[in-house]
């Protein structure tokens, strides 16, 4: 009985943590998804050099994460297609990613998309009784695609 009561809480905690970086990283990859068909579209259509980001951009992204019940999510998207280099963003306010400027070719043209949530919006908080909480840490995803020389247009 002394070994179960000195193991139990051990295993619990073990056991927490596999359930919350399961969930953690299963969920990551449809945010990365997103991402990936964010700049998908992005990369095929005409892109404004202000504003928000296109509707289809969005609409391709909130799809992806349509499952997911985020409290919120931010949609930032840079490209160099129009000259100089141009960031739109939608939704929440979170800070950028500081390699969404970083590194992307000038030489051609080019999008970049980036999808922010917090982390609680993609795992329940399962080890804050155990001094882990993940409360106001965001999660970004960020997909690089070359613009398309001659993009299509969408209504």
């Keep these: 009985m002394l070994e179960l009561v000195l193991t139990l809480p051990i295993l ?9 970086f399961h969930l953690l990283y299963a969920n990551l990859q449809r945010l990365e998804e997103a991402s990936r ?11 404004p050099v202000s504003g928000d980001p296109p509707v289809a951009v969005i609409a391709a992204i909130d799809r992806q994460l349509e499952t997911l019940n985020l409290p ?4 930032i998207l840079v490209h160099n297609s129009g000259g100089p280099m141009t960031q739109l963003t939608s939704g929440a306010s979170y800070p950028a990613p500081t390699e969404l400027l970083e590194l992307l070719p000038t030489s051609r043209p080019c999008v970049r998309v980036a999808v922010q949530t917090p982390m609680t919006g993609l795992t329940p908080n399962l080890l804050k009784t155990f001094g882990m909480d993940i409360t106001g840490r965001i999660v970004s995803q960020t997909t690089t695609h070359r613009h398309n020389t ?4 969408l209504p």
């Design 37 to 47: 068909a964010g700049a998908l579209v992005a990369s095929r259509i005409m892109l």
């Design 72 to 75: 919120s999510r931010q949609i």
């Design 150 to 153: 001659a993009p299509l247009s």
């Design 12 to 20: 619990l905690i073990l056991l927490l943590a596999v359930v919350e």
